[in-house]
């Protein structure tokens, strides 16, 4: 099953969506509230550790992290990947929700993720699961900004190395009859391709026919240089203690797919992506040479 993430990678994530959100003009992705969810003290530890990154890779002086260098290096290497998944997995999640008259809204890995208080649809169910540690201490920020869970909001704390994710599904409320979208993003990243088999058989397992599967990967090419974005953000999430591992070439992942009864209804490849969320801007935002977009879907018996 999936490893167990320690929570860094998850305020990483929402330290690019605060950091955009707040600074970053003609905006991906607006995620308003992750400046509030990560909260001050996190933020600034994030953009203290961005900051010696940026000056060990490029010898800059020691300015405060909101300056233009690490702002670069956030345009350059974290932030498009980190917005361009999430605004395609919420408008694939949007257009799901309105062809239903109730859905679950399934976030694996959820992280820092704010949509469950962004989200003005009650008829969708919200589940987040993460590592207890993760989750935990989401949990107490969100107590201590003071806010209401809504009713339609479920969480599950799951090891996933060692815990079932059905049964942390189903002990949370979850239903296996009602139309399901699940996101997968930024996870299949530090995944064996058997850990990955593995977790897509337990979605399977837990889908009604029609429901639907988002998740980002990286390509078969990825690791190749170690000088490439990817190579650098391996470089530090290796040092964070969370190695990238395996790349797949869009067969193998249709193989994976389609042997536990989904179908690849969108792939946004790398020039896909670019178009989609990029094009035309004039930061150093880009898509990232190796990361895909997938939305599958399950397939009736």
């Known amino acids: 099953m999936i490893a167990a993430q320690e929570s860094m990678t998850a305020k990483l994530c929402s330290f690019a969506r605060a950091y955009h959100s707040m600074l970053g003009k003609n905006k991906i992705f607006d995620d308003y509230l992750a400046y509030d969810i990560i909260g001050k003290d996190e933020y600034d530890k994030i953009g203290d550790l961005l900051k010696g990154q940026a000056e060990a890779a490029r010898h800059f002086p020691k300015y405060g992290f909101e300056s233009l260098q690490v702002f670069e290096e956030m345009d350059s290497c974290f932030s498009p990947i980190a917005l361009s998944r999430v605004a395609f997995a919420e408008r694939a999640l949007e257009r799901f929700a309105q062809r239903q008259s109730a859905c679950q809204y399934v976030i694996c890995g959820a992280g820092m993720d704010t949509f469950a208080f962004r989200n003005s649809d009650e008829a969708v169910q919200v589940f987040e699961l993460d590592h207890p540690d993760t989750q935990a201490y989401k949990l107490r920020r969100i107590h201590d900004l003071r806010w209401k869970i ?42 064996t391709r058997e850990a990955f088999k593995d977790f897509v058989g337990s979605v399977s397992t837990l889908s009604s026919a029609g429901s639907q599967f988002v998740l980002d990967f990286p390509d078969d090419s990825t690791f190749e240089d170690a000088s490439s974005r990817m190579g650098r953000l391996a470089e530090l999430t290796e040092q964070l203690g969370e190695p990238m591992g395996h790349g797949y070439s869009l067969d193998e992942m249709r193989e994976i797919l389609s042997a536990e009864g989904f179908v690849i209804r969108t792939h946004e490849a790398p020039d896909d992506i670019q178009r989609h969320f990029f094009a035309g801007r004039t930061d150093k935002q880009q898509a990232v040479e190796n990361v895909h977009f997938l939305l599958a879907e399950k397939q009736g018996h």
Do not use: M, W
């Open 150 to 191: 809504p009713q339609n909001v479920h969480y599950g704390a799951i090891d996933f190395e060692k815990e079932d994710l059905g049964r942390t599904l189903l002990h949370s409320g979850f239903s296996p009859n009602v139309p399901t979208f699940f996101s997968l993003l930024g996870v299949s990243y530090y995944l």
